[in-house]
């Protein structure tokens, strides 16, 4: 599969900002994902970014995307406890014979943050 | 409104049994996937189907079987557990280009 690599844990103090990032390998990616898992549960969508957009912002968060680089990073300004989860960078590859999207998962980053 | 439904959430089997882990989606979706989930390897990719009587291996297929009958079922079947396959299984399932939805979670203990 592709190289999707994130750090494993992060933690971050109530009301700071988190910076959550993830590199990938393949440049034919044609969007990049951001999963939240909380505890026990599966995986929520949280943000997305086409692949020829650099930055996207959603309320408390914030997609920045570097091409060149293969960077991808996910900010969450004012960060609460209720944030605390595993976050998962993902891509979509389009497969050469056209049967809809590869996703592949990086390790996901446990996000833990201190009252 | 269901989205994606796996059951059963949580299952204990001894070495050398078989199971089948059930998924299914109300949403239409042509495709459908599993994933396991293991500590420290992020989600990995075992069988996914695009459509109704097609699939196809993912990065980790060996000794997981499935099968799409219909659109909104995809079963995986472990025909004689072993203690690597204790993991957290996950069922996606997307339209052809678009975001994935996932089930719950299936917890899988193999002794």
């Known amino acids: 599969g592709e190289d999707v690599e994130q750090s494993l844990f992060l933690s971050v103090r109530e009301g700071d900002s988190s910076v959550i990032n993830c590199t990938y390998t393949?440049?034919?990616?044609?969007?990049l994902y951001w999963y939240k898992q909380e505890p026990g549960a599966g995986l929520q969508l949280l943000t997305y970014i086409f692949s020829n957009m650099d930055m996207k912002q959603d309320q408390r968060l914030t997609v920045l995307l570097n091409k060149k680089d293969k960077h991808l990073s996910l900010r969450i300004a004012d960060t609460q406890t209720g944030d605390s989860a595993i976050y998962f960078c993902a891509e979509s590859i389009p497969p050469p014979r056209n049967t809809g999207n590869q996703f592949y998962f990086g390790t996901g980053t446990s996000l833990t943050v201190i009252p | 409104n269901a989205g994606v439904t796996q059951t059963p959430k949580f299952q204990v089997l001894k070495t050398g049994q078989s199971m089948t882990l059930q998924c299914a989606q109300d949403?239409?979706?042509?495709?459908m996937s599993w994933y396991r989930q293991d500590p420290g390897m992020g989600l990995r990719l075992i069988h996914y189907s695009v459509g109704a009587g097609i699939t196809d291996q993912g990065e980790v297929p060996n000794g997981y079987n499935v099968s799409r009958s219909t659109t909104e079922d995809f079963p995986l079947r472990l025909l004689s557990a072993a203690p690597s396959q204790t993991s957290v299984y996950f069922c996606a399932s997307s339209p052809l280009f678009g975001e994935l939805f996932f089930g719950e979670g299936s917890r899988l203990t193999v002794l």
């Open positions: 393949d440049s034919s990616s044609t969007y």
């Open positions: 949403m239409n979706h042509e495709y």
